[in-house]
C-alpha cells in the first residue's frame, strides 16, 4: 500500500461547481498534513496547512479525520484558475518527519 | 536567495553520458528531497536529506543514480549513464523537519536523446 493515496483524476467540472478530493495515508503516527497546488509545468506549491479541527482559506476548506486516516479538500464556486494538480502531502513522525507527497489529482475546471 | 534554486534549468544530454543536477536549498533549511516527475506523471520521489542523519535512498529508481548533500546545503544529483528513461524534471525541495512549507526549486529538466 502507497504511503499517501490519492485518485489521480481528472475531476472535469464546470465552473461554479463544489468539487471534493480525498486522500488517505497509511502511516497512522503521521504528524502534519497540507495540501499543495501544482500548476502545469510549474513546480508545486502550498495550498493549505490541514487541521484537526478543519480549517478554511476562502473556498478552500481542507479536513482531516484521524480516525479512518484520510484528508480532504473541498474547493466551492469553481474558477478557471483552480484548474490544476492538488498534492496531498503527509509527514511522518518523530525526528524524521520525512515529508511525502501523493501523486496528485487533477482538476479542470470548464467554462 | 530567498528560494531554492537548481541548476541547470535545462540539460540535454546524449545517451550514456553522465550527468550532475544542483540544489541549493533555502539557507537553515535542514530537510532536503530530490524528486522526479515526467510528463503528466505524479511526483517520484527519489532521496532525502534530513541533518546528519543518513539519507533515505529507498526512492532511486537504480546504482546509476546518487547523491550528495555537503555541509548541510547543497546538493547534487548524479545520474551516470543516463538513458532516455531518465528523462524527466528534477525537483528539488527543502524545509525545516515537519513544518509547513516544503519550497521546490523550479526544476531542472532533462532531455536524454
Known amino acids: 500500500r502507497k504511503e499517501v493515496e490519492q485518485d489521480p483524476g481528472p475531476f472535469n467540472v464546470p465552473e461554479g461547481a463544489t468539487v471534493a478530493f480525498n486522500c488517505t495515508y497509511s502511516?497512522?503516527?503521521?504528524?502534519?498534513f497540507f495540501w499543495y497546488r501544482q500548476d502545469c509545468r510549474k513546480e508545486p506549491k502550498l495550498l493549505m496547512s490541514v487541521y484537526s479541527s478543519g480549517n478554511e482559506d476562502g473556498r478552500f476548506t481542507a479536513q482531516l479525520n484521524r480516525a479512518s486516516q484520510y484528508i480532504s479538500l473541498l474547493i466551492r464556486d469553481s474558477k478557471l484558475s483552480d484548474s490544476a494538480t492538488y498534492l496531498c502531502?503527509?509527514?511522518?513522525?518523530?525526528?524524521?518527519?520525512?515529508?511525502?507527497f501523493g501523486t496528485g489529482t487533477k482538476l479542470q475546471v470548464i467554462p | 536567495g530567498a528560494g531554492v534554486s537548481q541548476s541547470p534549468s535545462n540539460k540535454v544530454t546524449e545517451k550514456g553520458k553522465d550527468v550532475e543536477l544542483r540544489c541549493d536549498p533555502i539557507s537553515g533549511h535542514t530537510a532536503l528531497y530530490w524528486y522526479r516527475q515526467s510528463l503528466g506523471q505524479g511526483l517520484e520521489f527519489l532521496i532525502y536529506f534530513q541533518g546528519n542523519s543518513a539519507p533515505d535512498k529507498s526512492g532511486l529508481p537504480s546504482d546509476r543514480f546518487s547523491a550528495e548533500r555537503t555541509g548541510g546545503s547543497v546538493s547534487t544529483l548524479t545520474i551516470q549513464r543516463t538513458q532516455q528513461e531518465d528523462s524527466a524534471v528534477y525537483l528539488c525541495?527543502?524545509?525545516?523537519?515537519?513544518?509547513?512549507?516544503?519550497?521546490f526549486g523550479p526544476g531542472t529538466r532533462l532531455t536524454v536523446l
Open positions: 525541495a527543502s524545509s525545516l523537519p515537519g513544518l509547513a512549507g516544503t519550497i
Open positions: 502531502v503527509v509527514t511522518g513522525s518523530g525526528g524524521y518527519q520525512k515529508v511525502t
Open positions: 502511516n497512522s503516527a503521521s504528524q502534519s
